[in-house]
């Protein structure tokens, strides 16, 4: 989508015409402008009314990302995290690891309306439609190095859940945390993480922490999708607002970023373990290698490492191409 194209989505309503003459005249563009870059966004997948004489209409409510209203909803946290709203961006991650390198300071954060190519683990595409998901990266700077911030995906994907709770996805049962850090509601995947770093072996690391939540999902995103998938729209008839959301989750990753820098992932251990719906369940655990072993899930280690026992022996696994499925004993 052209730039204009996201300027004037933030100008239309679902409530009313918008005249495309007084939008030509405020964007200093002619009324084919305003139809092309219109244009842009119905291919988007955006649904936009338009009827001689009165203009554009949302065909239905669109929240757009508003630095405004996340900064007021940030509250203390605005001063440890910075911002920046793209219209759009390959991925966020990319962008933000390539800000990192040239030196940009911890808590920036980019939250993008659109990725071009959204990337998730294990070398999958992150899919989203727009409006229909809220994408964001948070760069933090640690002292230590990598090898020690094992527990750290498991802290992003609580403050996740916290957050996803505090705002209003109060049902405790239906939202939980598929181990290392995959948010899923009803058995199906909500919200994923990707977390990248650069730095020393020894530190200091800056790690690029990526988060996807699911807002609403069209018929045709499910269908993109290689994974059961949800979305927050189908789990309340109350969904919140993307704004507040992101802020949502931005204080509670401060909360617990700071927490876990001081005191590491045991002192959230026994909380996320409550949140694993994978707890006490048997499961295979499937290799890299395409090869895979039946176990059952016992805890979590304090570098976050899964412990589950394998004909009664314990096996330590750690994040990285290894991936569980639940099985039925
Ligand atoms: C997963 O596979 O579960 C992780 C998905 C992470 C997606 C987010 S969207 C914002 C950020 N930018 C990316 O390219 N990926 C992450």
Redesign the pocket.
């Known amino acids: 989508m052209r730039p204009l194209a996201f300027s004037l989505l933030r100008e239309l309503s679902h409530a009313h015409f918008t005249s495309g003459a007084m939008l030509a005249s405020k964007y200093a563009v002619s009324r084919s402008a305003i139809s092309d870059a219109l244009g842009d966004a119905r291919e988007a997948g955006i649904g936009i009314l338009s009827l001689t004489r009165k203009g554009y209409r949302l065909a239905l409510p669109l929240e757009m990302l508003d630095i405004e209203r996340i900064r007021a909803a940030l509250g203390a946290t605005a001063k440890r995290v910075d911002v920046l709203v793209l219209p759009t961006v390959d991925?966020?991650?990319?962008a933000l690891m390539e800000r990192a390198s040239g030196g940009a300071p911890s808590g920036l954060c980019l939250v993008?309306e659109s990725?071009t190519?959204?990337?998730?683990?294990?070398g999958?595409v992150?899919h989203?439609a727009f409006g229909e998901?809220l994408?964001?990266?948070l760069l933090w700077r640690f002292d230590k190095g990598a090898a020690e911030l094992g527990g750290l995906s498991l802290v992003v994907g609580l403050a996740v859940v916290r957050a996803l709770r505090a705002s209003g996805l109060t049902d405790a049962g239906r939202v939980g945390l598929k181990w290392p850090?995959?948010v899923i509601a009803d058995n199906a995947?909500l919200?994923?993480?990707?977390i990248e770093s650069q730095g020393e072996m020894a530190g200091p690391t800056a790690v690029v922490i990526?988060?996807?939540i699911n807002i609403g999902q069209s018929a045709a995103m499910t269908a993109r999708i290689d994974q059961p998938s949800t979305a927050v729209a189908a789990l309340t008839s109350m969904p919140p607002s993307r704004n507040l959301l992101l802020a949502a989750v931005l204080r509670e990753l401060v909360t617990l970023l700071d927490i876990f820098r001081t005191r590491g992932f045991a002192a959230l251990k026994g909380e996320w373990q409550a949140q694993h719906v994978l707890h006490g369940k048997p499961v295979r655990v499937l290799f890299a290698d395409g090869s895979g072993v039946d176990a059952t899930v016992k805890t979590v280690g304090d570098d976050g490492a899964l412990i589950v026992t394998v004909n009664g022996r314990a096996l330590h696994i750690v994040a990285g191409e290894v991936s569980l499925r639940q099985i039925t004993p």
Request: without cysteine.
């Open positions: 991925s966020t991650n990319s993008a990725q190519a959204g990337r998730g683990r294990r999958r992150w989203s998901s994408m964001f990266s850090n995959d995947k919200a994923g993480v990707l990526g988060i996807g």
